[in-house]
């Protein structure tokens, strides 16, 4: 796609994107609050995941759109996102679904919480020119650092569609 953006459309992009991401992600803890933690953990017959890789999913996903696409690897980054986390919940990890050497529910939250800060620092410290620098794929409208952030609150929401079903096999009511 040759679209060509200025500064201000980028500027505005942006704004829209960083509102998407917080409302998606409000929904994904809203999700998340109602579901008890003993429950994280267990995988419902037919389905092949759970509600802690999920949050584990979106917390190194969101690292990887937000942070490491947009600036590159840095050194604290390994504090943020160790290996071990990244093979737990990168793109195509599978789930196990015992809780023995994976992250407490609480850690997990922590974990995300702590990227979701530093995401939203590194997407709103960025300039307009870095944003529209060419990316390869997974993006949403523009193949560039732009279209990593605005692809960013589709695949949360993905992924809280994902916890909505498991919490309904789970025998959970739906939050909304």
Known sequence: MSVQLDIETV???RAVAVGQIEFARQYTLELLDNTPQELW?????????????QVGHLAYSQYGLLVF???GREPEDLELVPGTFRKKYGRGTTPQADPAGQPTPDELLQRLSTIHQRSIE???ESSPQRLLEPI????????????AILFCPLHEHIHAGQIGL???MLGLNPVR
């Not at 953990?41 to 890789?53: K, N």
């Not at 390869?136 to 279209?147: C, E, I, Q, R, T």
Request: glycine share 6%; proline share 11%.
């Open 11 to 13: 500027e505005k992009s």
């Open 41 to 53: 953990f267990q995988m419902p017959a037919g389905l092949p995941t759970h509600v802690a890789w």
């Open 69 to 71: 696409r947009q600036r």
């Open 122 to 124: 590194v997407v709103t």
């Open 136 to 147: 390869d794929m997974p993006y949403a409208v523009y193949p560039n650092k732009l279209g």
């Open 166 to 168: 498991l919490r309904r």
